[in-house]
């Protein structure tokens, strides 16, 4: 089966193999880009990066709709399970999760986690296999080495990354970080969802990797 994914802003995604749907940081309410609503969302597997609101996102609304299993760091799954969602999957880092579709795996990201004043565990990337690829959604990070390794272990079809600076990497870090995992092609995100992010991603051009910008609501069928 191929793998479909949709682009649902900010850090958002939807990958589908035809039989399976995995929704990852679906933060859809208070996104002024979004064009799905909550309601919209059909998956049986939510997983998600970080605690921080603007990835964490509306998993509850959407996991209760769906009876979808969470994969998500520890702390977050425990926060989860206070407010009465029971399945979950917690991990950490270098771990792998097997699921019906293929697998999640934490991959390290250096950043924050926390809702609502809260400690969350730590900020993780994700690997992600579906549909015969490997997708690597890097969450909230700073650049760093390692970022070769992920590339290496993984060799993804594609690699989400976050250009949008200030939180994150800026587009030109962001552009060496595609180096370091060599995808076949690197899809910028979290980038111009507020003006405190750049808009500005004209310097993201890693050598030897595509370049595919998604817009919000759009769906992308990965070549084989
Ligand atoms: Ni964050
Ligand atoms: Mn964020």
Redesign the pocket.
């Known amino acids: 089966m191929p793998l479909t994914i949709t682009f649902l802003g900010h850090?958002g995604l939807l990958l589908t193999d035809g039989s399976h749907t995995l929704a990852v940081d679906p933060f859809l309410t208070g996104n002024p880009v979004a064009t799905h609503t909550p309601g919209d969302i059909r998956c049986d597997t939510i997983a998600l990066t970080h605690g921080?609101a603007?990835?964490l996102g509306d998993t509850i609304p959407i996991a209760q709709a769906n009876s979808a299993t969470v994969i998500a760091p520890f702390e977050v799954c425990e926060y989860l399970g206070e407010q009465g969602i029971d399945q979950t999957e917690p991990g950490n880092p270098g771990g792998r999760i097997d699921t019906d579709f293929g697998h999640v795996a934490f991959t390290p990201a250096f950043h924050s986690s926390s809702y609502e004043g809260r400690y969350m565990g730590p900020a993780c990337g994700l690997v992600i296999e579906m549909g015969g690829h490997k997708v690597y959604h890097a969450g909230?990070t700073a650049l760093f080495s390692d970022m070769r390794l992920i590339g290496q272990i993984a060799k993804p079809t594609v690699a989400f990354l976050p250009v949008g600076d200030r939180?994150t990497m800026g587009p030109e870090l962001a552009a060496l970080a595609a180096e370091y995992v060599a995808p076949k092609y690197a899809v910028p995100i979290?980038y111009k969802t507020w003006p405190l992010l750049t808009s500005d991603i004209s310097a993201f051009k890693p050598k030897g990797v595509a370049v595919r910008e998604m817009e919000p609501g759009q769906t992308w069928q990965v070549p084989d």
């Open positions: 850090s921080h603007d990835h909230d939180f979290h």
